[in-house]
């Protein structure tokens, strides 16, 4: 493709961005709607960001014309890829007035079904991988987050994200990937580039340098392809559920999942979640009952949680992993010798089975009923485990709303208070006993429940997530979220935990101490070098 700026230079003269953009891409694909750009600027939290407008390029190379025509325009582009980006800045620009770039369009998937590859477009959303493999490769499956169905794969990808069950850390399993710098210059990594390459999409490196990196967690440039190995479909799939009743457990715990990880019993990551993030599932605040309760104590969140009713979760921690097996004997061996692991480190403990061809069946059917597994929100994580789409976590951020969750789920419509609080810690006991607390006593002080999860996403690594959850629509919530917040992240880097991810077009001021290293100066040069400035 010629492009017209390069055919007639003189329209970067004559022409405002706006206008080019349309004649690239058309009217429709321009979008100028006052409605549309205030939703674009709202996100879970409070902002402050405007957005100029939003385009909606098709292809690769409609991308590398509008980002050569922002670079001349001195035009700020933050590209979203479905904009479900919730707790971390939904679609709003870390810098205001931006040009909201939506790749929602760029959807393309293609399976290399032997080698159990998936090469896709940032607007794919896990909703469709599923589908898609569903219908045509049922022999493959892809690990899901615990987000919105509708939630961009690669966008997950390059900001860090992870998901349950195998291929945790999705970065960890991206073998190649297609970007665009913002001079328009286009990049392809491993062997894809090279014509012919018998490896081109399987393998993870070319020659040379492997610049995958760059593009993550970066405003390097745009990716607009990704390929990421998936999954075979196990022969037997099993969830364990468990929980302790006291806080002291956890230590003992936390180590004795993290030896089952390092030996290997435990593939996929575990999860240990509060009672608060249990009970936020499946209900919402208890107005009624906690009325004179700032945030609701400890007791009444364990009384209302067991009232539940949820077999093997109604602990002050509440745990679930699960393990692959591809044949029945594999199965039952490791059945035995995680029961005898963990019986006497957890006050309950269940696990269910299901086979392949059951797992086959609730692709195509969620209500299929299970033996035994009778609770919505225990099913919901088998179908997690399974790779089939739920809504996941999302009914959390409705806690504190007065109103009924509505079926259709929108936190920015909504008006839900919501962000996440993501560090990284060693998968150790002692570490879970030391960081709790603290997490704990800033929500209590600040009137917010601690909704902490803890996942065991490596042999060596855990993840602290915890979501602060309010009601945007009541006055002096923002500024007391983002106080407790700051404050708390704070804290945590000074004991040494630092934040993996950090919300978008949140303050980031003093986010990181002073680094012992040039690393300032290297990102600089690269910045310098690849966005011309």
Not at 44 to 52: A, D
Not at 177 to 191: D, R
Not at 407 to 421: A, P, T
Request: aromatic share 10%.
């Amino acid at each position: 493709m010629v492009s017209i700026l390069q055919s007639n230079p003189s329209l970067k003269l004559k022409w405002h961005y706006l206008e080019f953009c349309q004649k690239i891409l058309g009217h429709q694909y321009v979008i100028t709607n006052e409605n549309v750009i205030a939703a674009v600027e709202t996100a879970t939290f409070e902002t402050s960001q405007q957005v100029r407008f939003v385009i909606q390029p098709g292809s690769p190379q409609e991308v590398q014309e509008c980002l050569k025509a922002a670079q001349l325009f001195g035009i700020h582009i933050h590209p979203v890829s479905q904009g479900y980006n919730w707790g971390y800045g939904s679609q709003v620009p870390d810098e205001n007035l931006s040009v909201v770039m939506n790749l929602s369009r760029l959807n393309q998937i293609k399976v290399d079904g032997k080698n159990a590859t998936v090469t896709l477009g940032p607007g794919v959303t896990q909703q469709q991988l599923f589908e898609y493999l569903r219908s045509y490769y049922p022999h493959l499956f892809f690990s899901l987050t615990g987000s919105s169905p509708y939630s961009s794969i690669i966008g997950n990808a390059i900001d860090a994200g992870y998901a349950n069950g195998l291929n945790v850390i999705r970065w960890n399993y991206v073998i190649s990937l297609e970007a665009i710098l913002p001079s328009g210059e286009l990049l392809k990594t491993g062997f894809d580039a090279l014509p012919n390459a018998s490896t081109a999409g399987i393998s993870r490196y070319g020659l040379g340098p492997d610049l995958k990196g760059l593009f993550r967690q970066s405003n390097l440039g745009i990716v607009t392809e990704m390929t990421l190995e998936l999954s075979l479909l196990p022969a037997y799939l099993q969830i364990f559920y468990f929980s302790i009743d006291e806080e002291e457990q956890l230590g003992e715990l936390t180590d004795q999942l993290h030896n089952l990880k390092q030996t290997g019993l435990i593939e996929s990551n575990w999860i240990l979640l509060h009672g608060y993030r249990i009970l936020a599932e499946v209900s919402q605040f208890p107005w009624q009952e906690a009325y004179a309760q700032r945030t609701l104590e400890r007791q009444l969140m364990l009384k209302l949680l067991r009232q539940q009713q949820i077999p093997g979760w109604s602990g002050v921690y509440n745990g679930v992993f699960a393990v692959y097996s591809p044949t029945l004997r594999h199965a039952e061996a490791m059945k035995a010798d995680i029961h005898e692991a963990l019986n006497n480190k957890v006050s309950r403990l269940k696990s269910f089975t299901v086979d392949q061809s059951q797992i086959k069946r609730l692709r195509w059917n969620r209500n299929l009923e299970i033996p035994e597994l009778t609770h919505k929100l225990l099913k919901g994580r088998l179908l997690t485990f399974a790779g089939i789409p739920v809504q996941g976590s999302i009914p959390i951020s409705y806690w504190r709303k007065r109103y009924s969750i509505p079926e259709i789920m929108d936190l920015d419509r909504d008006r839900c208070g919501f962000i996440w609080l993501a560090v990284t810690a060693p998968a150790s006991g002692s570490d879970a006993l030391t960081i709790v607390p603290v997490i704990e006593h800033f929500f209590n002080d600040y009137g917010f429940e601690p909704m902490i999860v803890l996942d065991g996403v490596n042999r060596r690594e855990m993840y602290v997530m915890t979501s602060l959850v309010y009601d945007r629509e009541v006055p002096g919530q923002d500024e007391q979220a983002r106080k407790c917040f700051e404050r708390l992240a704070t804290e945590l880097r000074t004991m040494g935990y630092y934040q993996y991810r950090w919300p978008k077009a949140l303050s980031v001021e003093n986010a990181l101490p002073e680094r012992n290293d040039d690393y300032a100066s290297v990102f600089a040069k690269l910045q310098s070098c690849l966005l011309g400035d």
